[in-house]
Nanobody, 120 residues
Framework: QVQVVESGGGLVQAGGSLRLSCAAIGRVSKIGSMGWYRQAPGEQRELVARCIESVCLTVLVSVKGRFTISRDNAKNTVYLQMNSLKPEDTGVYTC??????????????WGQGTQVTVSS
């Protein structure tokens, strides 16, 4: 019932910036949390940042001070502003919406993932 759609990925040079967006689409009345994971080739998936209710926090230590997550509750959308990008930030970034309710029915949803590539 809820579709999670990401956009904003792409290729950028080191030191550049990207802004990812993620929208939960549907008749969504409530979302418990939204956030971003990422996974580099050969690496484990790691939580980058998340918003629980309306409290947002960048979790991944290696990106603190460079990445900022924000949430627009009216649009059921979260953003990940990524500045001072490094090659090690390269990976697939996947958005999630957990505890997403349409009426009384809740569920957990994942986006399709968007590729971020940072060149030296």
């Amino acid at each position: 019932q809820v579709q999670v759609v990401e956009s904003g990925g792409g290729l950028v040079q080191a030191g550049g910036s990207l802004r990812l967006s993620c929208a939960a689409i549907g008749r969504v009345s409530k979302i418990g949390s939204m956030g971003w994971y990422r996974q580099a080739p050969g690496e484990q998936r790691e939580l980058v940042a998340r918003c629980i209710e309306s409290v947002c926090l960048t979790v991944l230590v290696s990106v603190k001070g460079r990445f900022t997550i924000s949430r627009d509750n009216a649009k059921n959308t979260v953003y990940l502003q990524m500045n001072s990008l490094k090659p090690e930030d390269t990976g697939v970034y996947t958005c999630y919406a957990f505890g997403a309710y349409t009426g009384s029915i809740g569920g957990n949803y994942w986006g399709q993932g968007t590729q971020v590539t940072v060149s030296s």
